[in-house]
């Protein structure tokens, strides 16, 4: 019974999880950006949801897809205002640029939480369930919207699958991580590519966002943990690997949740926090990254 | 006999303004002398910041690791075990230097992101553990110490002032050495200073030491000047991002800049207070402007300025 | 080689000498008067669901006092600080308050670890400090075991221990006496507060007739509390005792969005405020709080016209910590009044002398030889908070049975007697 508990509790926030890593590996894979601002466009797009859903009475539904709207635009505007100054300052010397761009993405996820703090108070918001009640997962009484988020996020990461690898577009991007240089050479403009990815990045991070509202409750505080898990998970995985996040979330949804259970709750995050560091000093390409 | 002259100038300068800033307690209200006092100890955190990254190279993203293990190390030690002060502050930094020992000695081996990212990680866990043995370390709301170095703020002022002051000597002092010139030339080329003969993984090391040991113990002042340590004011990552801005701020690879750079933050922070919850989002929008615009700082830009002459 | 070269080098650190002299013109050098408007300090947690109503109450009480008139004339000027949930930033708004704004007493916070930080800093600088929200016994306790030291610092709430004990009486008459049941699970969150609010729940339950099955204190920043409620679960208590501050939302949603099917009673400070039902969209139904008033009931004459003159200045219900902030205003001004003077030491013996009628009760000093030294005191006809359940939107008195408005009643998803399904 215990352990059945634990499979459908740590499944759930496993995919949670996978869906806000998805889309920070993607970003480093394509561009060679690490995003530090990323909890921040996830609790934007929860506020934003909460917001519309219930204070301007948009309904959930509508509520939703504004957030999502929301992390979008906030995404392409990290982008456009940090990302890419950087990286084309000539004040900067090149060696310089991936630590400029780091520090300047931390400020900027600083901003956003100060920001989200003052217009929202950093208390944490929950975006009603989008269906309400509690259903029957193998002798586990499991809310069902807890089951709907876990299918949601397993939906949206097979639609991305579906675009990366069946889609021009795609196709595009896979190239542009490989090989950026080549991919000029044929004629791609790389800035176009970049804006692809950081809108698919933008919507996967808003998406993940606004279902973290609806199942546990987000708030500003929660932008540096969120930041902080997203690439502990990345890391875990492989820098770059989608697959590899992917498998990292699980490793660590199902390390938390066991933790949690078995051991004590307060000691929640702290075998995800080993493993990682043994992971750094053992093998620090990740279980699935390239060197 | 430029160079010469340039560095016994630049002494003079270092010595008027140490005797300028003894001399404000009798102008300044208490207030801003608090206000300096914590400037100054953040002068010393961003110096050792600079030491690391203007001189080895290496983008040390959680200085608040160093800082935080020498804060908690010497607030603990005194809660629990009533040691006197300086006892204290010499077990914070020791705790530090282990803790950076323990966090630099693999993780040089990395290179590109990882490094950085290594850093990163050490501050969640830090600040992880600090929440979990919040029994022992007061967990996310902080602890209190018993002792404090004055409760008078001239004192405090002066108690501040001459750490920097000595700080300095020895930082800077270190960075026009040959061990300095090593390091620089490691930070910029680490092949060639290779090739040269110099064996650059233990330089870096020792640099990362001297960086540990210095935060630690500065971690440690600020904790008996304030009588409280947490997670806010030593540890969190905005603190981290404040170091690394005031460094930036005040010119990289000048050591004396992130001096500068650190008063300008902590009363630029001061005088945004009316602004409320904002002040924050200010002073991180104007360190990002920094970033774009400016990058290489006040100190930095004059001195580059110069160079093109 | 030409000295145009070196001037730049030292133009800058002279330019820099030059700021700071200039900054000392700017910097003000007042002293604090013994006329002119009566500052009193408050350092709050203004994004914290309870801390805010602390600020508001305390601005509210200051302003009603300036439109009767002032204090013989001189105004009252409450100057306001927030300290964002950290005892390091207390610290400096402490300091700031003293050495700039030149206060004459600081209300402060409702964070036991903020308040336990504070507590050193008043006896250094001797100056008056009230906690209208903090509940720690350490707090009380310094002050009996240094009183000389620690005399400047009075507690303004309740102590945990009689926060417990009020639970605990609760529980006797109703979930006892009422539902009959006979045993229950205490979660607390891991803080300075619930350390004797849980020594003294384990102390009492069982008195009250309700067997203790489990005690989880978990980690205040928590987010997943799934495997905590499934732990409690597990046991099959009757009720879960609680004692939580710093988290709120989350816990209570998720216990409802999880039809956890035990009841949950105790203190939960976020419940304590109106706006709880909307930051929970409405999955608070049913929780049972201990807090200072509820709304609507009046324990003293002044209960009603408070709350009234609070929600229509700020749209929603002073937490419980609001009822007490305001009171302290009250009692600092009164107690000025008969000292006769802003001085730290005669302040602090006509504090000791106070015998206020105040929102939600009498407020009264215990004295050197009491344990709880400078604490509030509890009992019938002084202080003794009331206890609440949210239904239907709305906050109801459960308890004192006395004065009671509204009967007990839990959302269809909570099995009463789990024992009996055995």
């Given at each position: 019974m215990l352990g059945l508990q634990i499979i459908v509790d740590g499944f759930a926030i496993s995919s949670l999880y996978a869906l806000g890593a998805v889309g920070f590996t993607l970003i480093f894979g394509v561009?060679?950006?690490?995003?530090?601002?990323h909890g921040g466009i996830m609790v934007v797009a929860a506020l934003v949801g909460w917001y519309c859903a219930g204070e301007l009475g948009f309904g959930t539904y509508l509520g939703t897809l504004a957030g999502v709207a929301a992390g979008l635009a906030l995404a392409l505007a990290t982008y456009g205002i940090v990302v890419r100054p950087i990286q084309r300052s000539r004040a900067i010397p090149s060696a310089e640029t991936e630590i400029f761009v780091l520090t300047g993405t931390l400020l900027w996820g600083i901003m956003i939480e100060q920001g989200m703090a003052y217009l929202f108070s950093d208390n944490p918001v929950t975006i009603r369930p989008l269906i309400g009640g509690v259903m029957n997962v193998f002798g586990v009484r499991t809310p069902r919207n807890e089951v709907m988020i876990a299918a949601l996020c397993w939906i949206v990461i097979g639609l991305l699958w579906l675009l990366v690898n069946r889609t021009r577009a795609g196709k595009v991007l896979l190239a542009a991580s490989i090989n950026p240089r080549g991919l000029t050479l044929l004629g791609f403009e790389l800035s176009r590519v970049y804006v692809l990815v950081w809108s698919i990045y933008g919507v996967l991070a808003g998406i993940a966002g606004v279902l973290l509202a609806s199942f546990l409750g987000v708030g500003s505080a929660n932008t540096g943990p969120l930041t902080a898990s997203a690439f502990s998970i990345v890391v875990l995985g492989g820098l770059g690997s989608v697959s590899g996040t992917l498998i990292a979330a699980y490793v660590v949804g199902y390390l938390e949740t066991l933790t949690a259970y078995l051991i004590a709750p307060t000691l929640r995050p702290i075998p995800a926090l080993i493993l990682l560091v043994l992971a750094i000093y053992i093998r620090p390409q990740g279980i699935l990254g390239r060197r | 006999m430029r160079s010469l002259s340039r560095s016994r100038l630049l002494w003079g300068a270092i010595l008027l303004c140490a005797a300028v800033a003894a001399l404000l307690p009798w102008w300044l209200s208490a207030y801003i002398l608090g206000i300096l006092t914590v400037a100054y100890y953040f002068g010393v955190f961003a110096m050792a910041w600079d030491l690391l990254f203007g001189f080895a190279g290496e983008v040390n993203f959680g200085p608040t690791f160093l800082i935080g293990l020498g804060a908690y190390g010497a607030a603990i030690l005194d809660a629990n075990?009533?040691?006197?002060i300086f006892v204290c502050v010499i077990a914070g930094a020791l705790v530090a230097l282990v803790g950076g020992l323990l966090l630099a000695l693999p993780a040089l081996r990395l290179r590109g992101p990882y490094f950085g990212l290594v850093t990163l990680v050490a501050v969640l866990l830090l600040q992880n553990f600090i929440v979990i043995f919040a029994h022992i370390t007061g967990g996310e709301i902080g602890m209190t110490v018993p002792d404090v170095l004055s409760a008078d703020a001239n004192a405090n002022y002066w108690y501040a002032l001459a750490f920097l002051f000595v700080c300095t000597i020895i930082l800077f002092g270190l960075s026009r050495s040959a061990v300095g010139l090593i390091l620089q030339a490691s930070g910029q080329d680490a092949i060639a200073a290779q090739a040269l003969g110099f064996n650059v993984t233990k330089h870096k090391v020792a640099a990362f030491c001297v960086s540990a040991v210095f935060s630690g113990m500065a971690g440690a002042m600020l904790v008996f000047y304030e009588g409280a340590a947490s997670v806010d004011t030593v540890i969190n990552l905005s603190i981290a991002v404040q170091v690394i801005i005031a460094a930036v701020l005040g010119g990289r690879r000048t050591i004396i800049g992130a001096v500068l750079g650190s008063i300008f933050l902590i009363l630029a922070n001061e005088f945004l207070r009316p602004l409320g919850q904002l002040n924050t989002f200010v002073v991180a929008a104007v360190a990002l402007a920094v970033i774009l615009f400016f990058p290489d700082g006040f100190l930095g830009y004059a001195l580059r300025g110069r160079q093109r002459e | 080689m030409r000295t145009a070269l070196q001037l730049p080098q030292l133009a800058r650190p002279t330019i820099a000498a030059m700021a700071f002299a200039a900054l000392a013109m700017l910097a003000p050098s007042a002293r604090a008067a013994d006329s002119g408007p009566i500052k009193i300090g408050i350092i709050g947690e203004q994004s914290a669901i309870a801390g805010a109503s602390l600020t508001k109450a305390a601005q509210l009480a200051g302003d009603e006092i300036n439109a009767a008139g002032g204090l013989d004339g001189r105004k009252v000027e409450i100057i306001t600080y927030d300290d964002h949930s950290s005892a390091a930033e207390a610290v400096r708004a402490f300091q700031r308050a003293v050495h700039q704004d030149h206060v004459v007493a600081v209300i402060g916070s409702y964070i036991s670890e903020v308040a336990l930080a504070l507590e050193p800093w008043s006896a250094r600088l001797h100056m008056p400090f009230i906690t209208p929200g903090a509940a720690s016994t350490d707090i009380s306790k310094h002050v009996h075991d240094e009183y000389e030291k620690y005399k400047y610092t009075f507690h303004g709430w309740l102590t945990s221990a009689f926060i417990a004990q009020s639970i605990c009486d609760f529980e006797h008459d109703v979930m006892v006496g009422k539902f009959h049941m006979k045993t229950t699970v205490i979660m607390s969150e891991d803080a300075a507060w619930t350390t004797p609010l849980d020594a003294r729940y384990l102390e009492c339950l069982p008195k009250a007739g309700l067997q203790v099955l489990d005690h989880i204190r978990f980690n205040?920043?928590?987010?997943?509390?799934t495997p905590i409620f499934n732990q409690i679960e597990a046991k099959h208590p009757d009720v879960i005792t609680t004692g939580i501050s710093h988290v709120g939302v989350q816990p209570t949603v998720q216990w409802h969005d999880q039809q956890v099917p035990i009841a949950m009673v105790g203190q939960?400070?976020?419940?304590?405020?109106?706006?709880f039902w909307k930051d929970t969209n409405g999955a608070t139904e049913g929780v049972v709080t201990a807090t200072g008033a509820a709304p609507g009931v009046a324990i003293t004459p002044k209960t009603l016209p408070f709350t009234e003159a609070y929600v229509k200045r700020f749209g929603v219900s002073p937490a419980y910590c609001g009822y007490s902030s305001y009171d302290d205003v009250y009692v600092i001004v009164d107690a000025i009044k008969r000292a006769g003077s802003t001085d730290p030491d005669k302040l602090v013996a006509a504090m000791e002398q106070t015998n206020y009628v105040g929102t939600i009760g009498t407020v009264k000093f215990y004295g050197r030889n009491d344990l709880y030294t400078h604490a509030i005191e509890y009992g019938p006809g002084l202080i003794t908070g009331v206890v609440i359940q949210w239904q239907d939107g709305k906050q109801r008195q459960i308890w004192p049975e006395n004065a009671a408005d509204a009967t007990v009643k839990f959302p269809a998803f909570v099995k009463l007697r789990q024992a009996s399904a055995k």
């Open positions: 561009s060679g950006v690490l995003n530090l601002a | 075990f009533g040691q006197p | 205040p920043d928590t987010t997943d509390f939960s400070s976020q419940a304590t405020t109106s706006s």
